[in-house]
């Protein structure tokens, strides 16, 4: 037996048309099944794929507080500052970036309008792990 990857990645949150201007416009998402029409699960849901990755958002009670808890997602270097555009445009809350060493790779971090933290990273956990071996 063994684990073969992710499945997918659920968020609760307050609105969902909401979390689709964030997911698409702001990370470009593509949205694939609404149950507007007809609810399967505990509450209605839309699923949506970035990345390769099948995120589900279903309408609930969101956290209540920011945590650091958060999903990162891979980017290169070049998409950074376009992808911060983006999410600035649709009044996302980036925040500040955190104390790096060279070599671990760049980060923007910022909240969705639930309180979700999420991560833009261009580093790999090669180049991690590489960097924190020097022990400099």
Known sequence: MQIQGISHI?????????????????LGAQEV???????????????????????AAMEGVPP?????RHLA????EDELSGFE??????GVDIQAPRPRVQGEGNSLY???????LFELHTGTLEE????YATGQ
Do not use: P, Q
């Open 128 to 131: 991690r792990l590489k960097r």
């Open 110 to 116: 910022f909240y969705d309008f639930d309180n979700h």
């Open 85 to 90: 555009a983006r999410l600035r445009s649709i």
């Open 33 to 55: 099944y609404d149950s507007s029409a007809k609810n399967y699960s505990v509450s209605r849901e839309k699923f949506f794929l970035l990345g390769g990755v099948w995120l």
């Open 10 to 26: 659920t968020f609760i949150v307050r609105n969902l048309e909401l979390m689709k201007k964030f997911l698409c416009e702001g």
């Open 73 to 76: 997602f891979k980017v290169t």
């Open 64 to 68: 209540a507080e920011r945590t650091y």
